[in-house]
Nanobody, 114 residues
Framework: VQLVESGGGLVQPGGSLRLSCAASKIIFRIDAMGWYRQAPGKQRELVASISSGGNGNYADSVKGRFTISRDNAKNTVALQMNSLKPEDTAVYYC?????????WGKGTLVTVSS
């Protein structure tokens, strides 16, 4: 297992969750890291990504609500999700890019419901 996510769960609308992802040290050099999500019946979509230099990129639907961060020394990436909405319900996947290789976690379920 090379990417392990944690932090998913059930939260009420307007609430917050923090997702974390740890990448195995066997991934020697990680370029970009990011979070994708896939809701039932929909395609997987990019939520946020962050370069090795710390530049973040966000989907329009989460701008101002989600914040991505990473710790290069620890090979970790986190996604702080605030003001969650029911439409944020999905399985969230951690992604890491190393050269031409893409690595994926198994996903963690986030459910936003009252």
């Amino acid at each position: 297992v090379q990417l392990v996510e944690s932090g998913g769960g059930l939260v009420q609308p307007g609430g917050s969750l923090r997702l974390s992802c740890a990448a195995s040290k066997i991934i020697f050099r990680i370029d970009a890291m990011g979070w994708y999500r896939q809701a039932p019946g929909k395609q997987r979509e990019l939520v946020a990504s962050i370069s090795s230099g710390g530049n973040g990129n966000y989907a329009d639907s989460v701008k101002g609500r989600f914040t991505i961060s990473r710790d290069n020394a620890k090979n970790t990436v986190a996604l702080q999700m605030n003001s969650l909405k029911p439409e944020d319900t999905a399985v969230y996947y951690c992604n890491a890019v190393s050269g031409v290789m893409n690595f994926w976690g198994k996903g963690t379920l986030v459910t936003v419901s009252s």
